[in-house]
């Protein structure tokens, strides 16, 4: 494994402790020397993973002592505060978190789109569902997630709108991660890509309120079925 993969999974070690209370708020975390120990890795790999939860805000350094760690709310790297978030709700909340998240964000996304989407972003979703069709008929998972993301991607870029995606991007492994538990049921496949075709056809009408509808009712089906086959 490389350093880099290695310092990766002591940080993520580190934030699971976090999330489990093994490591509290504040207290300092372990010595360089007992985290090498802990983690079979050497001291210098243990200083960048520690230098690099710095950067993060997750610790402080500390004159003459150990380094600290900062509450939850002075983190600046997003992904780790949602790895802890997940962990301490449990992955079926979270999971519904997330779909409550897409109605409130995406349902509005695609209303705004309906009267900006151009020509070839439309056609551009056309592809992604034919992806997720081709990827349907063979149950191949991983393809089906990769289009039915690159769908939803195409709609929020129409909007415009940079902070949309700035806002978003830090969640697409989460979503990326949720979308694999529900896509691996094969009803669940077949239901999106209804939800999917409608969704087009709505922008198409360029009425802001059919394609926020629509895709309120992909939400509604999103919600369902992860409740039906996954919780």
């Not at 802990?38 to 402080?60: P, Y």
């Not at 009267?115 to 191949?140: F, P």
Request: charged share 25%.
């Amino acid at each position: 494994m490389s350093r880099e993969s290695l310092v990766d999974a002591v940080i993520s070690q580190m934030l699971s402790d976090i999330a489990e209370g093994n490591l509290e708020e504040g207290a300092a975390i372990p010595s360089e020397a007992d985290l090498a120990q802990r983690f079979d890795v050497n001291r210098l790999t243990i200083r960048e993973a520690v230098s690099k939860m710095k950067a993060q805000g997750i610790v402080r350094a500390v004159p003459g002592r150990r380094s600290e760690l900062n509450p939850v709310s002075h983190w600046v790297d997003i992904g780790a505060v949602l790895k802890i978030v997940e962990q301490r709700i449990g992955g079926a909340e979270a999971s519904v978190q997330l779909v409550q998240l897409r109605r409130m964000i995406e349902t509005g996304a695609c209303g705004i789109a309906a009267t900006q989407i151009s020509t070839s972003e439309l056609a551009q979703l056309d592809i992604e569902l034919d992806g997720m069709k081709d990827a349907q008929k063979v149950n191949d998972v991983e393809k089906f997630v990769r289009h039915d993301i690159a769908f939803h991607d195409v709609i929020l870029d129409a909007c415009g709108n940079a902070f949309l995606r700035m806002l978003l991007d830090p969640l697409q492994e989460l979503l990326k991660d949720r979308r694999r538990e529900t896509s691996a049921v094969p009803q669940v496949q077949i239901n999106a890509i209804d939800m999917h075709r409608q969704i087009i056809v709505a922008l198409r009408s360029e009425d802001p309120e059919t394609a926020r509808s629509a895709m309120s009712d992909h939400i509604d089906q999103t919600e369902r079925d992860l409740n039906q086959y996954v919780l």
